[in-house]
């Protein structure tokens, strides 16, 4: 079986332009190689960015395609010092959300993206989650806005295990590679 070779281009300047660094590994700590990030190639894979070394700070998940400036991964500013691969299965996803710590209260089961959950839950907070199979990406607004947090397969009794300070998700999606 051939091994893909993922890939994932940053440069210092908007539109591809300056100084640029490609990675096709986990990496703690970016400062060494670029001082700023204005946009980002993803040539292959799914990754996560992190805006302080050691995959600490806020997240930006990344998928297949270009991202001429930082808005379009929905980025607060132009820092970017950690990065890492997203492993997971493509072609089944499955997720159940809790209102409360150690999947205690109202649950729900996904398996699609959903753009609204209060929509669906009837809750505005997520305190916990099992994800089953696939990776999803937690979003603070709905319609795949705001502050972003990678799940993967495991068990999240608390929002702060998946590095979210509140636990409000207005939505979640699948992470695809396309």
Known sequence: MEQVQTEIIFYEDRNFQGHSYECSSDCPELNSHFSRCNSIRVE???WVVYERPNYQGSQYVLTRGEYPEYQRWN????????????RHNYGTWRIRVYERPNFQGQMMEFNEDCPS????FQHLEVHSCK???GAWVFYEQPNYHGHQWLV???EYR??????????SVGS?????DF
């Open 152 to 154: 993967e397969r495991g």
């Open 172 to 176: 979640l999606r699948r992470i695809q």
């Open 44 to 46: 292959s894979g799914s």
């Open 75 to 86: 980025g607060f500013n132009d820092t970017i010092r950690s990065c890492r691969m997203i």
């Open 158 to 167: 608390s929002f702060t295990e998946w590095g979210a300070m509140h636990p």
């Open 131 to 133: 994800v089953y199979d």
């Open 117 to 120: 959950l209060v929509d669906r």
